[in-house]
């Protein structure tokens, strides 16, 4: 449904040929292969780990304000990009070229995004308090946040522009090599969450009582926290910071399945991440229109409609 | 090991409580030496502040001892793992619960964390233990309603009940009876004892509802600034114990009665 949605409109039966090769156009099959699908694997991806990374927090944290990035996890890939993107001026010549590429924004992003997490990883394992941990990481946000508007400050128009459009997030700049790497530590993260979820559960008790059942607490707040920063901080690399997705996906999923076992939750939310991320990027695509809007946007005025609706519907939070 | 020992689950050795930090300790309570024999109900009364938290925190390993030793079954507080203290000793907290979106049975499920595998399915051995435990409570026709549904008498129960599941040698009870009405708060207690004749654990709570415990508890464990002093409520009422927990100012212990009254 998704793959067939784009500025150049193919009929359903063609693209289930171009999948299979076997097309009479040649042009429809590059699309497909190379454009549309790896689009909608990445959409996938995005969304569900996105929104798993979400869950994680938020049982983590205890606070149903927590997404992915309270970390500090798109602030340091926002950082490293921002470095590459708005520094690259004052290395000038020939070094800026090198340093445009996409790989060396991705590059910089994951990196910027890791220094960042172990940063709060390292002032995690001597602050015993988990909403210390939450507080510094929107700290490291708001240096991070200083530290790129000084850049912008000082950087020209071009590459101010080049920067924001890192900032509206793309699915759709990925090939297939770069879908596999990002599959790869999806995976990992994925698996790291599903070895947490016994954790998790118990986390919803409270962390005295977690303890009590004989969680290692300090183990399993690692676990999570580094599946969340596999799962949002490779996203984040390679597609760009997206809002919303993971601080509304838990909230949509609680509310429609009224649960908070993990067991559910976690599947759950990985399948309606995939879901609302797919529809999002059909809506982007603007049907039967040339342009493509920036992912960032739609995902957020989608999205927020529906949270709201669903919080008004229900009356109440189900946390 | 005596034979009176080996009927011991807990014991404490000069047992000093408080907290540390980098400029100064603070001891709330020391040499405090306390039995808890199996089986047993034990009410641990005392005034506001004196410290009844923070000793069942130490007890419960939550918060280290600053000197002294907590001996469970025999072995040092210390030397239990996570895992292996969550099989003998469960707790009912005056935490907030993080999510009350969690069913009855599901809450109650909690309990049997320590035993399950690693994804957290519940086996015949736990589906059995989670309802032995629902009957025990009288949460039956509960079981399926959601924790945020509950009044605060019934959470209790739940939370007792998850406790239960934990099948372990001890519980430890902080404030079970607060928020709760006159009635309540006796089900509360009688239900504890109760399940302690039932199951033969041993149950430590704290309270302020110190002529129910007296009524109800096998020992009594009294703090007052002086002394931490366990005995029967009896001999406590005997040696006149109760009359040195509060400022003698406002109330007074009626050994009579065993009820706290107003002085007129």
Redesign the interface.
Known sequence: MNISLGSVSIPIQDIFHSILGTSEHESWQYIIQNYRLPKAFTAILVGSGLGVSGLLMQTLF?NPLAGPFVLGISSGASLGVALVILGAGLFGGAFSVILMSKWSIVIAASLGSFLVLLAVLLVASKVRDTMAILIIGLMFGSITAAVVSVLSYFSSAEQLQQYIFWGFGSLGNLSWNELLILFCIYTIGLLLT??S??AL??????E??A???????KQSRYIIILATSLLAGTITAFAGPIAFIGLAIPHIT?QIF????H?ILVPAVFIIGAIVMLICDSIAQLPTSDYTLPINAITSLIGAPIVVWLLVRQRKM?? | MTETSKHMVLETHDLSIGYTSKKATTVIANQINIKLKKGQLIGLVGANGIGKSTLLRTL?S?QQPLEGDVVLNGKSLSDYS??????V???V?T?????K??SVF??IA??R??Y?N???NLSDTDKAVIHNSIEKTNLSELKHRKCYELSDGQLQKVMIARALA?DTDLIILDEPTTHLDMYHKAYILKLLQELTKDTNKTILFSSHEIDLAIQLCDEMVVMNKESVISDTPCNLITQGVFETLFPEDLIGFDAQTGRFRIKK
């Open positions: 205890r599903v070895a979820i016994k559960n118990t986390l919803l008790l409270g005295n009582y303890k009590s059942l004989g969680l290692n607490l609680r009224n649960t908070s076992n067991k189900v946390f | 419960s939550i996570n895992i292996q203290l969550s099989k000793m469960s707790l907290l935490d907030q619960l993080m999510s979106n969690l599901e809450l909690l309990g964390q320590p399950t690693w994804v957290g934990q």
